[in-house]
């Protein structure tokens, strides 16, 4: 069974850097599509940035555009996102997500990706 586990949460100070990484275990082939997406209590999931198999970027949020940046390493099936310059809007519970064979019309949605991991907080103070 395919399971999705991130890493590299924390707490940070405005303007402050921090990388989370998902590694995905329970697969035999590497995921079609996968994305970071962010939910903040009582608002809906919001995409943050994704990215095909073969390494092409497939959006960004135009609040994170420019600040953060997604990555993947097939070898060690680990997904990636850098975040730079960050803010108390950033404020989150980050999961990244992961579809497997099928392709993605819609990527910023969430409804696209099959698999989920449970996710980091990362706190930005201000």
């Known amino acids: 069974q395919v399971q999705l586990v991130e890493s590299g949460g924390g707490s940070v100070q405005t303007g402050g850097s921090l990388r989370l990484s998902c590694t995905t275990s329970?697969?035999?082939?590497?995921?079609?599509?996968m994305a970071w997406f962010r939910q903040v209590p009582g608002k809906e999931r919001e995409g943050v940035a994704g990215i095909e198999n073969n390494g092409a970027i497939t959006f960004y949020s135009d609040s994170v555009q420019g600040r953060f940046t997604i990555s993947q390493d097939n070898a060690k099936n680990t997904l990636y996102l850098q975040m730079n310059s960050l803010k108390p809007e950033d404020t989150a519970l980050y999961s990244c997500?992961?579809?497997?064979?099928?392709?993605?019309?819609?990527?910023?949605?969430?409804?696209?990706?099959?698999?989920w991991g449970p996710g980091p907080q990362v706190p930005v103070s201000s």
């Open positions: 997500a992961a579809a497997f064979g099928i392709a993605v019309l819609a990527p910023r949605r969430r409804l696209s990706y099959t698999y």
């Open positions: 329970g697969n035999t082939y590497s995921a079609n599509y």
